[in-house]
């Protein structure tokens, strides 16, 4: 018969600390760049996915800018080619790529204020995350959501007789365009939804993206426009993105409008890069 000796207090002591040994995890320090990249596609991919699973977000991201170029095709398709000798597809389609970005960008700004009412901003800002991670991976959101309503756009355009003529290269430009258009929108839009409540903000965006949505270039040139507003019209943001994205798959011109367009972009994210970043700061702090 095998007797089993008790275990001395050294001998439990060690048995303990060997149950209780957690594995060494590496990681990266919290503001090093390779964190910051990281979890920049961490919460990038968790902000997709909490737009993925809601019905009402992506019916307003991804439907309603479908219908809307259907709708736009089927009313005054054949009126805009009449009056312009342009089939409409080539510029009712970038006017509805552009408005899925207008209108992600707000989704994006009540996503951003609902995390901050529930807390979920405050408990992030209490982990070992990068300060820079939450703001980017937003932005990145914008990029990846923007390119895939692009598609979604284009796809249907090509139902409706929408044609790349200018080669590769340039379809390749026009479906980037948009994303240029959207990181200087979205940055705007997130600087907006850290010192505005829900409503308020849904109100001022729906306001600006009435009135881009009929003056701009999209339905018809601005020429069609009285001349004291044609100005306005032909270079406003919408406008110039619309006009390049033209230029790109159909004719007209390229340098000018991009350039307008990149002016438009790198302006807003100088102005509201900062307002951004000490908003959203201000927005975590006050939420934990």
Same mark, same amino acid.
């Given at each position: 018969m095998t007797v089993i000796e008790p275990a001395t207090g050294s001998a439990v002591a060690q048995l303990d600390r060997e149950a209780l040994l957690l594995p060494e995890v590496s990681g990266y320090p919290e503001n090093s760049v390779r964190a910051w990249f990281s979890q920049s596609l961490i919460q990038c991919k968790r902000l997709m996915s909490v737009w993925v699973t809601d019905f009402t977000i992506s019916v307003y991201m991804l439907v309603f800018p479908t219908l809307a170029l259907i709708m736009f095709n089927t009313v005054l398709g054949d009126s805009v080619k009449l009056a312009t000798g342009v089939p409409a597809i080539y510029g009712q389609m970038p006017m509805s790529a552009v408005i899925a970005a207008m209108n992600g960008s707000m989704v994006g700004?009540?996503?951003? @204020?609902?995390?901050?009412?529930?807390? +979920?901003?405050?408990?992030?800002? =209490?982990?070992?995350?990068?300060?820079?991670?939450?703001? =980017?991976?937003? %932005?990145? !959101?914008?990029? $990846?959501r923007v390119l895939l309503t692009t598609m979604l756009m284009l796809a249907v355009g090509l139902i409706l007789g929408f044609r790349f003529w200018n080669g590769p290269w340039a379809a390749l430009?026009?479906? #980037?365009?948009?994303? #240029?258009?959207? %990181?200087?929108?979205?940055?705007?839009?997130?600087?907006?939804? =850290?010192?505005?409540?829900?409503?308020? +903000?849904?109100?001022?965006?729906? $306001?600006?993206?009435?009135?881009?949505?009929?003056?701009?270039?999209?339905? *018809?040139? !601005?020429?069609?426009?009285?001349?004291? #507003?044609?100005?306005? $019209?032909?270079?406003?943001?919408?406008?110039?993105?619309?006009? =390049?994205?033209?230029? #790109?798959?159909?004719?007209?011109?390229?340098? @000018?409008?991009?350039?307008?367009?990149? !002016?438009?972009? *790198?302006?807003?994210v100088v102005i509201f890069a900062y307002p951004a970043i000490r908003g959203y700061e201000r927005a975590a702090r006050t939420s934990i």
């Open positions: 700004a009540l996503t951003l @204020r609902q995390e901050k009412e529930t807390g +979920l901003l405050g408990r992030f800002h =209490t982990m070992p995350i990068n300060r820079w991670a939450g703001l =980017t991976s937003r %932005l990145l !959101a914008e990029v $990846v430009g026009m479906i #980037l365009v948009p994303v #240029l258009f959207a %990181l200087g929108f979205g940055t705007l839009v997130t600087a907006m939804a =850290t010192v505005t409540d829900g409503l308020a +903000l849904v109100n001022l965006i729906f $306001v600006f993206n009435t009135l881009a949505m009929f003056f701009n270039t999209g339905f *018809v040139p !601005a020429a069609a426009y009285p001349k004291w #507003l044609q100005g306005v $019209v032909e270079h406003q943001p919408m406008s110039t993105t619309i006009n =390049t994205m033209k230029g #790109l798959s159909w004719d007209g011109p390229i340098q @000018r409008p991009l350039l307008e367009t990149c !002016a438009w972009m *790198v302006g807003m």
